[in-house]
T-cell receptor, first 118, second 114 residues
Framework: NAGVMQNPRHLVRRRGQEARLRCSPMKGHSHVYWYRQLPEEGLKFMVYLQKENIIDESGMPKERFSAEFPKEGPSILRIQQVVRGDSAAYFC????????????????FGPGTRLLVL | KNQVEQSPQSLIILEGKNCTLQCNYTVSPFSNLRWYKQDTGRGPVSLTIMTFSENTKSNGRYTATLDADTKQSSLHITASQLSDSASYICVVSAIASNTGKLIFGQGTTLQVKP
């Protein structure tokens, strides 16, 4: 059973370009979470999605950032018109059931995509 | 404000020695606390999960403790190995339905030297 897969592992963009980050959850997992880790900082929650639904996007910047998790295919985190401050590691995690309030709902993390904006 | 603070920020120990990492949190209402290990360039991997009613939980050479009254947790590593060199992250979840929020500490960077 393959783990959470993210691609690309490294992405370089110039200011103003678009960045698309992909996440394929573990087999059987229908809940996906995106986190951002800025240099020298801890991970910060961005968005929580189920298939075709955004459940909680309270951590997403209001502009330029969007996320989707279609019925078929990977989850996509899209950053439009990137700026240097977007440079960070973006981690995706998945879980077999939703929410985090109950014991045992471990989130399994992917290896991350490291975005560098020049 | 929900926060998770870890100490020390970094730690260097010799192979074979024990160490203890600390985590203080102000998350409320509390649901569970997790310790993750993050190797350089990799995603976090779960070590332990503890709920309000649990005081201690072990995973091999890793033992986590939780004091929900003082809102403190520790991660004790016994007989350290070179492969223990990593960042150890304390993560707290608040009670909430249908949300994905985990609150992460900044981590303690552990370096084990031969």
């Amino acid at each position: 059973n393959a783990g959470v897969m993210q691609n690309p592992r490294h992405l370089v963009r110039r200011r103003g370009q678009e960045a698309r980050l992909r996440c394929s959850p573990m087999k059987g997992h229908s809940h996906v979470y995106w986190y951002r880790q800025l240099p020298e900082e801890g991970l910060k929650f961005m968005v929580y999605l189920q298939k075709e639904n955004i459940i909680d996007e309270s951590g997403m910047p209001k502009e330029r950032f969007s996320a989707e998790f279609p019925k078929e295919g990977p989850s996509i985190l899209r950053i439009q018109q990137v700026v240097r401050g977007d440079s960070a590691a973006y981690f995706c995690a998945s879980s077999p059931v939703g929410g985090l309030a109950d014991e045992g709902k471990t989130q399994y993390f992917g290896p991350g995509t490291r975005l560098l904006v020049l | 404000k929900n926060q998770v603070e870890q100490s020390p920020q970094s730690l260097i120990i010799l192979e074979g020695k024990n160490c203890t990492l600390q985590c203080n949190y102000t998350v409320s209402p509390f649901s569970n606390l997790r310790w993750y290990k993050q190797d350089t360039g990799r995603g976090p991997v779960s070590l332990t999960i503890m709920t309000f009613s649990e005081n201690t939980k072990s995973n091999g050479r890793y033992t986590a403790t939780l004091d929900a009254d003082t809102k403190q947790s520790s991660l004790h590593i016994t007989a350290s190995q070179l492969s223990d060199s990593a960042s150890y992250i304390c993560v707290v979840s608040a009670i909430a339905s249908n949300t994905g929020k985990l609150i992460f500490g900044q981590g303690t960077t552990l370096q084990v030297k031969p």
